[in-house]
């Protein structure tokens, strides 16, 4: 069976499709073409066309099946909690959730559509607890992406959060019996999920990524917004290139990234006391600026490593198929059918 991942990033709309077998999705295709409305879901009729158009081009062109297609929403347009509370059976979480919800999710309870799940129980004799996921959406928005794709022609089977895709990729190679933050840095948007003992423990989204480093640039060495992105691509970090113009540029916002990640690793430490994070995982669009990983393990203290997709268990790749993180969303949708 041909599976498909959809995802529509604010920057690029990606593609990935494959055949299950097992346990293993066998890559076919991994393909990325520019967004033209700059949004999943734009206000603007003109742009909404135009993304549609995009879509449509994309399933002719590739001659994809329009059946069955997985998408996402972006990690920002949603509420995503880890909440800990006293043990309760699933019967007793079903009554109890709502209040909770109320408590944890700043969206009124009749515009709100949510999931939950229990991610662990924890055995105490004191005081026995559990932590549970909950994601929360507009509802409203969520039919708004529904009709798009509708309009674009494709039967979108589900809608999930970027994170929850993007773990099920990433999660047969995680190290056992560790703390691992792992960092997307997207067009827009930064995410960075800590991942305890193999269990998700916390989801912490941050509007400082790519589009933010271009125009850091752009406004401080007066560029064009296609030579700014060009120079950030090219130079980066790099202390020993264009007289480190390029570099102390992009420093304000980069330490601004730096922040909110130690905010993330400082508030799990809060709730985990004696526990540190082992290793730092990045990946997205946005890891390949120069010297990236260099400054985060400098000023975090940390072991940053890229995610490297060859390397997991999960996916075969042929030859000619790049492999690259930027897909990872789009990976982690079409494996869906394997571990929804």
């Known amino acids: 069976m041909k599976s498909v ?3 529509v990033g604010s920057y690029a709309i990606k593609v990935a499709s494959g055949k299950l077998s097992g346990d293993k999705l066998g890559i076919e295709l991994v393909l990325e073409e520019p967004n033209p409305a700059g949004t999943l879901l734009p206000a603007d009729p003109q742009l909404r066309e135009q993304l549609v158009e995009k879509i449509k081009q994309i399933w002719q062109v590739n001659d994809l099946p329009t059946r069955n297609i997985r998408a996402s929403l972006p990690e920002s347009t949603l ?3 880890v909440i800990n509370m006293p043990k309760l059976s699933d019967a007793e979480l079903a009554s109890a959730i709502h209040w909770q919800i109320e408590q944890h999710i700043p969206i009124p309870y009749e515009e709100l559509q949510y999931e939950y799940t229990v991610l662990r129980r924890i055995e105490s004799e004191s005081e026995p607890s559990m932590d549970v996921l909950v994601i929360g959406v507009q509802k409203n928005y969520v039919q ?4 798009l794709f509708l309009e674009a022609g494709l039967d979108v089977t589900s809608l999930e959060s970027d994170t929850i895709a993007q773990l099920r990729c990433l999660e047969s190679n995680l190290p056992v019996g560790q703390n691992n933050a ?3 840095i997207g067009a827009t948007n930064s995410t960075v999920n800590i991942i305890s003992d193999n269990v998700l423990s916390l989801v912490y989204t941050f509007p400082i990524a790519g589009f933010l480093f271009t125009r850091s640039i752009e406004q401080a060495l007066q560029l ?4 700014a992105e060009e120079y950030k691509r090219s130079f980066g970090l790099l202390e020993d290139q264009m007289e480190g113009k390029i570099r102390n540029a992009l420093l304000p916002t980069v330490r601004s990234l730096v922040a909110e990640v130690q905010k993330a690793i400082h508030y799990f430490q809060s709730q985990h006391i004696d526990q540190s994070i082992n290793k730092l995982y990045v990946y997205g669009g946005s890891q390949y600026l120069p010297d990236l990983f260099t400054f985060l393990s400098e000023n975090l203290g940390l072991e940053v490593a890229p995610v490297r997709l060859s390397e997991q268990s999960n996916l075969v790749w042929p030859n000619q198929v ?3 993180s930027r897909f990872v969303t789009a990976l982690g ?3 869906k059918d394997i571990k929804g």
């Open 79 to 81: 509420v995503t909690k």
């Open 182 to 184: 792992l960092l997307y």
């Open 5 to 7: 991942g959809l995802d």
């Open 333 to 335: 949708l079409a494996l």
């Open 224 to 227: 064009s917004p296609a030579r």
């Open 322 to 324: 790049a492999q690259d």
């Open 144 to 147: 708004g992406v529904a009709d």
